[in-house]
Nanobody
Framework: QVHMVESGGGSVQAGGSLRLSCAAS???????MGWFRQAPGKAREGVAA???????RYADSVKGRFTISKDNAKNTLYLQMNSLNPEDTAMYYC???????????????WGQGTQVTVSS
């Protein structure tokens, strides 16, 4: 399994931006990676995923606002979040898998999460 540590969460007002980072212990080139989020009382949901060669997919709720990317030289995954709204408030997790890159929480490895809070 890949050990991952997220950072970059925080509190922001609606309309603001945050950039999440996820530092991985292994070569990100070898993995499909994704960002998920979970709000209190809700199921964990997929936000964005990136394939081994850079293909991306997004949940409809974040398309046009969020951008997933990775820097294989730094073994780091990113999520740029713009135009944030209160509905984006959640714990955000990065995940990695060698086979799966669907927006479903079935990845093999997970980080511990970073909190994002958006106030109106």
């Amino acid at each position: 399994q890949v050990h991952m540590v997220e950072s970059g969460g925080g509190s922001v007002q609606a309309g603001g931006s945050l950039r999440l980072s996820c530092a991985a212990s292994e070569y990100t080139y070898n993995y499909y990676m994704g960002w998920f989020r979970q709000a209190p009382g809700k199921a964990r949901e997929g936000v964005a995923a990136i394939g081994r060669f850079g293909s991306t997919r997004y949940a409809d709720s974040v398309k046009g606002r969020f951008t997933i990317s990775k820097d294989n030289a730094k073994n780091t995954l990113y999520l740029q979040m713009n135009s944030l709204n209160p509905e984006d408030t959640a714990m955000y997790y990065c995940a990695a898998d060698q086979v799966n890159w669907e927006l479903l929480p079935q990845y093999a490895s997970w980080g511990q999460g970073t909190q994002v809070t958006v106030s109106s």
